[in-house]
């Protein structure tokens, strides 16, 4: 099972700006592989599909950016996602527009949602993540 998770905040506002790119790639990816957005729990938007025998999941936190966190961590703990199966995508001020940067640690270089995500797991004990 994997999670695909797009940062952003809700609201007119933040439509089609920089900062909810997550979001954008979120649904993007909902279109091109039909999976629908469709299902409102654990503070977000998501959408579940299986393919090629993988779950995939798609989700958008509801959340305003700084507190992601709050809507990750419970997902991953009712679908029992492990951290390796997890994709985030936002934002990242230190890189030019059109960059993309894959990596698999670090710090959250800044970042708010980032924050919120590493803060929520280094107080939630878990087995999920160990």
């Known amino acids: 099972m ?12 933040y439509e089609r700006t920089r900062h909810n790119i997550g979001f954008d790639i979120i649904e993007h990816c909902s279109e091109a592989l039909n ?3 469709d299902k409102q ?3 977000g938007i998501y959408g579940e599909q299986t393919i090629n025998d993988e779950k995939i999941i798609l989700l958008k936190p509801l959340t305003y ?9 419970p997902l ?9 199966d997890l994709v985030v995508i ?6 030019p527009t059109g960059k ?12 708010n949602g980032i924050k919120s995500l590493i803060a929520i797991w280094e107080r939630k004990n878990s087995t999920v993540f160990a």
């Open 35 to 37: 999976i629908k957005l």
């Open 90 to 95: 936002y934002d990242d001020l230190d890189l």
């Open 2 to 13: 994997k999670l695909v998770v797009g940062l952003g905040n809700p609201g007119k506002k």
């Open 76 to 84: 991953m703990d009712y679908f029992k996602i492990n951290l390796e």
């Open 100 to 111: 993309i940067r894959l990596r698999q640690k670090g710090s959250a270089g800044g970042h």
């Open 41 to 43: 729990k654990f503070k």
């Open 65 to 73: 950016m700084n507190l992601s966190g709050e809507s990750v961590r």
